[in-house]
Every structure is written in C-alpha cells, then in structure tokens.
T-cell receptor, first 108, second 113 residues
Framework: GQQVQQSPASLVLQEGENAELQCNFSTSLNSMQWFYQRPGGSLVSLFYNPSGTKHSGRLTSTTVIKERRSSLHISSSQTTDSGTYLCALVPGYQNFYFGKGTSLTVIP | ETAVFQTPNYHVTQVGNEVSFNCKQTLGHDTMYWYKQDSKKLLKIMFSYNNKQLIVNETVPRRFSPQSSDKAHLNLRIKSVEPEDSAVYLC????????????FGPGTRLLVL
C-alpha cells in the first residue's frame, strides 16, 4: 500500500493566507524530507526533519514520530509559493517513498 | 544556486532508440541517484551509486543502466526506449550520514513517440 499519504491533494489560497500541508506515513521513520517543485521545474529540498520543529523564513516543518506524521506550514503565502510540495519518507538507506504531493496555487 | 547539472533539458525520441542523459554534481558528494517522476508526479528511485557500489531498484527494467566515470558524474542510459519511459528523470546527490538530504538537478524530460 501507499507508504506516504499527503493532504490536501490541492489547495488554492488568496495571497497572504496561511497553508497547512500534511504528510502521514505508514511505516517507521528514519528521516523525513520536504521538497518544493516549481511548476514544470526542478526539485528543491526544503527541510530535512526527522523529528521536532524546524523553521526557515515563512516555512515551518513539524514531525511527530509517534503519530507518524509531518506537517509543513506556510505563513503569509505569496504567488511565488505556487507549485507542488512533496514529502519523502526514508525508512532505511536507499529506500525513498514520496507522497503524491500537494499542488498549491496562490492567487493575487 | 545550481550544483547538480543535468543535460539535456528535453529529449524527444522514437520507440526503440537509445538515449543517454548526463548528470554532474559539483558538491563533492559521495552518493548520486537517479529518480523517475511519472505523470502523476510520483518519484521513484531507480539507482544509487556510492564509492563504486551500485544499488538498483529491482523494479527498474534492464534496458536502463547507470554509467559513472567518477563520483561527480552519474549518467543514465536507456538502451531501447518504450512509450512508458516518457517521464522526467531527476538526478540527485547526497552525503550519507548527513540525514540523506538530497540535492536535485533540474531534470530531463523524455518524450517517447
């Protein structure tokens, strides 16, 4: 079955609104990573976050191992935040399970 | 800042042809990877290569093969492309032990007609 479930599948925001993206995983965790993919573009690693909370600018990632979930919070969204957000679970070396992603559209 | 380079950006070819994609990283990383991203944006690992040790995802068809001249380069060859090979191929590199944080190239988009 699917190792990584992401929600929502898509999200439309007005510029300035906040976004909360969720990632749930069905297996034990070794590491967790969040990525951003520009529309038709390359993949950028946002956070490596196996546990706890990390901040980077307007982004906050929180991983709760016991609950097998990780979230990505985007505050004060901007149109340039539009794209696909992927979470990836790394239960062991060389195995990478990616979610299907959340497609975010921020409208001005 | 781009540190993982891939060429070409796009490639269109016909069924049965051979293609080769290049990847170079300037980060000094020890491990490189190839991923396939399908039309549903699912990322699946194909290969990883570390210190001349190749680890293959067993679901990858044999027509795919990685080629490495040194630890900064990992190319991908497809011997005889099939329509289902149409996808974006992403190259990445990492330093094992540093949380497996990976740095990705821009990708090569392949279209098989």
């Amino acid at each position: 079955g699917q190792q990584v479930q992401q929600s929502p599948a898509s999200l439309v925001l007005q510029e300035g609104e906040n976004a909360e993206l969720q990632c749930n995983f069905s297996t034990s965790l070794n590491s967790m990573q969040w990525f951003y993919q520009r529309p038709g573009g390359s993949l950028v690693s946002l956070f490596y976050n196996p546990s706890g909370t990390k901040h980077s600018g307007r982004l906050t990632s929180t991983t709760v191992i016991k609950e097998r979930r990780s979230s990505l919070h985007i505050s004060s969204s901007q149109t340039t935040d539009s794209g696909t957000y992927l979470c990836a679970l790394v239960p062991g070396y060389q195995n990478f399970y990616f979610g299907k992603g959340t497609s975010l559209t921020v409208i001005p | 800042e781009t540190a993982v380079f891939q060429t070409p950006n796009y490639h269109v070819t016909q069924v049965g042809n051979e293609v080769s994609f290049n990847c170079k990283q300037t980060l000094g990383h020890d491990t490189m990877y190839w991923y396939k991203q399908d039309s549903k944006k699912l990322l699946k690992i194909m290969f990883s290569y570390n210190n001349k040790q190749l680890i293959v995802n067993e679901t990858v068809p044999r027509r795919f093969s990685p080629q490495s001249s040194d630890k900064a380069h990992l190319n991908l060859r497809i011997k005889s492309v099939e329509p289902e090979d149409s996808a974006v191929y992403l190259c990445a590199s990492s330093i094992p032990g540093q949380g497996d944080t990976q740095y990705f190239g821009p990708g090569t988009r392949l279209l098989v007609l």
